[in-house]
């Protein structure tokens, strides 16, 4: 399975953006879709993962600003970001756990906020 983000970029503080992440070779394989990020000096941490099912999980810092879906014919998902502050800066990772035990990466894409 190979996933490529894109739709990052430089963005100002309450600005939306919308980076979405394409998978692609043996996807049958994927038991979700989700994104991580890591700032520097920081730990990654888990921004949305939405399962096969549709049910979705966010960490604390982006809920209520961040939607994450899935358009499955596509085998694309999408990571809406509103009202984006400058600590949303970091490198966003796809991630897709899969069920052969195996969690797929994407490259990461750079969101930067300025203030």
């Known amino acids: 399975v190979q996933l490529v983000e894109s739709g990052g970029g430089l963005v100002q503080a309450g600005g939306p953006l919308r980076p979405s992440c394409v998978a692609s070779?043996?996807?049958?394989?994927?038991?979700?879709m989700g994104w991580y990020r890591q700032a520097p000096g920081k730990q990654r941490e888990l921004v949305a993962i939405?399962?096969?099912?549709?049910?979705?999980n966010y960490g604390d810092s982006v809920k209520a600003r961040f939607t994450i879906s899935r358009d499955n014919a596509k085998n694309t998902a999408y990571l809406q970001m509103n009202n984006l502050k400058p600590e949303d800066t970091a490198v966003y990772s796809c991630?897709?756990?899969?069920?052969?035990?195996?969690?797929?990466w994407g490259q990461g894409t750079q969101v930067t906020v300025s203030s």
């Open positions: 991630h897709a756990p899969s069920n052969m035990g195996v969690n797929y």
């Open positions: 070779g043996r996807t049958s394989r994927i038991t979700a």
């Open positions: 939405i399962y096969n099912g549709g049910f979705t």
